[in-house]
């Protein structure tokens, strides 16, 4: 099967957990284990850090010399579904079953799919057991977990992972790190962006769309006060929430010490 035969596998360099934003206990330890790790899915609504969690588990195995295989839900229905004989299937499973470590992104994909593309992903798990190889899963929509169905809950004994919102001094402190070189970010814009209940994409887009729309209409941002960027930016229409977290908002931050020095 040639399709297969020549996939390569994508994982970003950049993710990794020294730029990993949620520091829950659970990925503490993932951090610190390689050689004896459980099967287990990861699970947050999109947006909320799951593949980066998941480039970031491979990304430390492949920095240890170990062989990973990652791939999206996406991209496994679509090789097996063209695989057209049970041997070429077999050889499929065979060859996954050489890596060290099997990642397999978006399993929400398989909801409600058909039985064929069911097995699959059963039959995969259980010869990763036999032989100890680690498998992992990310979902990124709980909802639609199939591994956590009624029917499907006993094939699978995986540990399960949720990712807890970001509060908004985890934010603060995300996207200040991300603007430690750029000069044209106050801490004001930060504050005010923190302070919306948001996925962590939202609030780097809306990061990066008001500092090209200020300096594209010649705005010093430095210059205005946290009511004037979310007046003159209308922050909110970037987040689909648009939900004002009101502790944060009762909060006077001097920048930069008050802040920085809270976490």
């Known amino acids: 099967m040639e399709l297969w035969n020549n996939y390569k596998t994508s994982v970003c360099s950049f993710n990794t957990f020294d730029n990993y934003f949620n520091k829950q206990q659970e990925i503490e330890c993932l951090k610190n284990e390689t050689v004896n790790l459980s099967p287990f899915i990861v699970s947050a609504n ?16 492949i920095n240890e010399n170990k062989n990973i295989y990652y791939i999206k839900s996406q991209t496994l229905c679509y090789f097996i579904k063209k695989i057209k004989t049970q041997t070429e299937l077999n050889n499929f499973k065979a060859q996954l079953l050489n890596y060290d470590l099997i990642a397999i992104d978006n399993i929400e994909y398989f909801y409600k799919k058909t039985k064929t593309l069911k097995n699959f992903i059963f039959e995969l798990y259980n010869k990763c057991n036999e032989r100890r190889i680690p498998i992992i899963f990310g979902c990124s929509n709980p909802n639609k977990d199939f591994t956590k169905t009624k029917s499907n809950l006993k094939s699978f004994n995986l540990k399960q992972i949720e990712l807890k919102p970001l509060n908004g001094f985890d934010v603060f402190n995300l996207l200040k790190n991300l603007c430690e070189h750029e000069t044209l970010i106050p801490d004001n814009l930060i504050y005010v962006i923190s302070n919306y209940n948001g996925t962590a994409q939202e609030y780097i887009n809306c990061l990066i769309s008001i500092r090209f729309k200020s300096k594209l209409d010649g ?20 987040f689909k929430k648009q939900q004002f977290r009101k502790c944060l908002h009762k909060m006077q931050f001097e920048f930069p010490e008050k802040v920085i020095n809270k976490f």
């Not at 999109?46 to 195995?61: E, F, Q, Y």
């Not at 960027?229 to 229409?237: L, R, T």
């Open 46 to 61: 999109s947006g909320n850090g799951v593949t980066h969690l998941m480039h970031a588990i491979c990304n430390k195995w």
């Open 219 to 238: 705005i010093d941002l430095k210059d205005l006060s946290s009511d004037d960027i979310e007046n003159q930016f209308n922050i909110k229409k970037y």
